[in-house]
């Protein structure tokens, strides 16, 4: 990931990235401010235990399960693991949630200066207050849980059999959120490979892209989906990353389509469900004009955004 990050520095440039950074700091001082920032989390614990309770008759709290690319704040293995279930993570990057020299010297090596600081910085201002949140709010909705061990935070590459050694037995659970668009699309069949050898015929999978066609696929802080709704002043056009009339994202991506997903899916999982987690999102944005510019795209391309398939191994 780092190399395509540094692919990426060039193309988008000081300014872009200052912009970028800029944006992201805005976005964290917002999150602060809101009151109830983690509903998401509790809404994706049940989201897997209705999932797990319709296909596989088990309870979530007492399922092995695994996230791949868990990111820099694990919110959701610390909620599954805080609740009883037996979680850990992979994730591309070193994990920053509990951090020491030694984990610092590893950042720099791996991420450079730019990307360390702004964990460090992520990790020293923001993250505690956001910690002290999530604690409150699962206490509130689960009660007294699970203290969280830094030690579930495996940090590897998904696709290399590597870091899966590290991880005992059989998984009832694979998830992942917002991760299989920043994998090169050669090295997703390796990491659908290590996730069926990994799984019983009534284990499961929920993956869910944000897919590169739909209106927040381009992942441009402007089209972001939370602020679709908006006009379009100031901002780069719908769609833009789809004609090249934006800029380009600050992170790799494969720039699949939902159907490509389907494909690679179905080699080793049938899809028992596929679901639009938003509904025709920027349907308002696709004018007669801006749909011809975008004719190459079907309209379940354009609408595909984050598209949670559940798979279950063949
Ligand atoms: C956009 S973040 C999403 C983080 C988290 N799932 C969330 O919903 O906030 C994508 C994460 O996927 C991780 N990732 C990308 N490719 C990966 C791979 N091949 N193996 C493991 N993790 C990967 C990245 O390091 C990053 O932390």
Redesign the pocket.
């Known amino acids: ?1 780092s190399q395509q990050s540094n692919s990426q520095d060039d193309k988008v440039g000081t300014v872009g990235r200052l912009l970028y950074l800029a944006g992201v700091l805005n976005m964290h001082v917002a999150r602060l401010r809101s009151v109830s920032n983690f509903d998401f989390v509790v809404a994706d614990l049940a989201c897997y235990q209705d999932v797990l309770t319709r296909y596989a008759g088990k309870r979530l709290a007492e399922a092995r399960a695994l996230e ?5 704040r694990p919110f959701r293995l610390i909620a599954l693991n805080w609740i009883g279930t037996d979680a850990v993570g ?4 070193e994990p920053v949630y509990d951090l020491d020299l030694q984990r610092i010297a590893r950042l720099l090596k791996a991420n450079g200066v730019t990307r360390t600081t702004k964990s460090l910085v992520r990790r020293a201002i923001f993250d505690p207050s956001e910690y002290r949140k999530l604690s409150s709010v699962l206490r509130a909705e689960f009660g007294t849980g699970q203290p969280f061990d830094a030690r579930r935070l495996l940090s590897g ?3 290399r059999p590597a870091v899966w050694s590290s991880i005992s037995g059989e998984l009832d659970l694979i998830l ?4 299989f668009e ?2 090169p699309i050669e ?1 997703i069949p390796p ?1 659908l490979e290590m996730m069926a050898k990994r799984m019983r015929g009534d284990s499961l999978a929920i993956i869910a892209p944000m897919i590169f066609t739909g209106i927040s696929g381009g992942h441009d802080l402007d089209w972001y989906p939370h602020r679709v709704h908006e006009g379009l002043d100031g901002r780069t056009p719908p769609w833009g990353h789809l004609t090249r009339q934006s800029r380009p994202a600050d992170t790799y991506l494969n720039e699949l389509r939902r159907s490509d997903y389907r494909r690679l899916f179905e080699r080793h999982f049938d899809i028992l469900e596929e679901v639009d987690l938003y509904h025709r999102l920027g349907e308002h944005h696709l004018t007669g004009e801006r749909r011809a510019q975008l004719a190459g795209y079907s309209d379940e391309d354009l609408f595909a955004n984050k598209v949670r398939f559940v798979l279950r191994k063949r």
């Open positions: 990931m791949i690319g868990y990111g820099q992979i994730d591309l990057d590459d998904a696709s992942s959120e917002d991760v920043h994998i090295r990491v």
